[in-house]
């Protein structure tokens, strides 16, 4: 999938990017659009090796949406591990707890699956045994 040209990299392997067509894009692509635009979203989906997470602010003041990519997910778990760290760093500075609590605890779910799925992804990885 084409990245945004709107598109910041945090990261080699992790981007973010507000480009809410672009976002919006995705999420019809992936049938992942929210119907309630009242409630906040962490929304997770995967294309092929990456993994895209969009969090959508419902506030007045600070409505719309932001998408992290992180590419070959199950391959570059420090910059799971350093998105993790991130929200949670943006939690203590009193940044949008609720949201902020889903998305980084989405990301430490994956983080805990990460050799499963890179397992499933890379059959030829090295930590792959088939029975």
């Known amino acids: 999938m084409k990245s945004s040209a709107n598109s ?3 990261t080699s392997n992790l981007s973010i990017t507000n480009d809410e067509n672009y976002i919006v894009d995705c ?3 992936h049938d992942e659009m929210p119907v309630n635009f009242e409630a906040s979203h962490v929304i997770s989906f995967y294309v092929q090796t990456d993994l895209y997470l969009v969090l ?3 506030q007045l003041n600070d409505r719309g949406f932001q998408m992290y990519i992180v590419e070959d997910f199950s391959q ?3 910059d799971l591990v350093f998105l993790r760290e991130m929200f949670m760093q ?3 500075e009193g940044h949008n707890p609720e949201i902020l609590k889903k ?3 989405k990301v430490d779910t994956i983080l805990h699956m990460a050799k499963t799925l890179r ?3 890379h059959k030829d990885a090295p930590d792959y045994y088939e029975d």
């Open 8 to 10: 910041v990299y945090l």
């Open 90 to 92: 943006l939690i203590n």
């Open 76 to 78: 570059n778990i420090d």
């Open 119 to 121: 397992a499933v992804i």
């Open 27 to 29: 999420l019809v692509d």
């Open 56 to 58: 959508y602010f419902p």
């Open 103 to 105: 998305a980084h605890y």
